[in-house]
């Protein structure tokens, strides 16, 4: 089978206009599509990420690193999240990311990773 990147796709101002309890049943929403995908044994790794305010690129292409604050793109939209599931093919992950996108109530991208190289 081969690995999907699910990617949650939002900006702060949309999260921050989402009412406690609506917050409160993305969270449970989230938590019962993890456990599915689990249970399905299709799981890989998923996790929230912090605001993109947080980030810190590096770059060690020159001579020394070089470490900037903040997010490498500077954009609205920001990925809050994300899964790495196993599915069959793009059509089964597609599938996923509809049941990902109503459970965290945002739009969520979806890109293959690519196939390991065959072991030496």
């Known amino acids: 089978m081969a690995q999907y990147l699910m990617a949650v796709h939002g900006n702060e101002e949309q999260y921050a ?3 406690e309890a609506t917050m409160q049943q993305m969270f449970t929403d989230v938590d019962a599509f993890n456990k599915r995908l ?3 044994g299709i799981w890989v ?3 929230g ?3 993109a305010d947080t980030a810190t690129v590096v ?3 020159g001579d020394a690193p070089v470490t900037t604050d903040g997010p ?3 954009t ?3 990925i809050g999240g994300f899964w790495v599931v196993e599915a069959p093919d793009l059509d089964a992950a597609l599938k996923l990311a509809a049941d990902a996108s109503k459970a965290c109530q945002g739009k ?13």
């Open 108 to 120: 969520v991208e979806v890109r293959p990773f690519q196939p390991e190289p065959p072991a030496a």
């Open 38 to 40: 689990m249970d399905e």
């Open 49 to 51: 990420l912090e605001p």
């Open 59 to 61: 770059d060690a292409t």
């Open 72 to 74: 490498y793109l500077e």
């Open 17 to 19: 206009e989402i009412d």
């Open 45 to 47: 790794f998923g996790g």
């Open 76 to 78: 609205k939209e920001h």
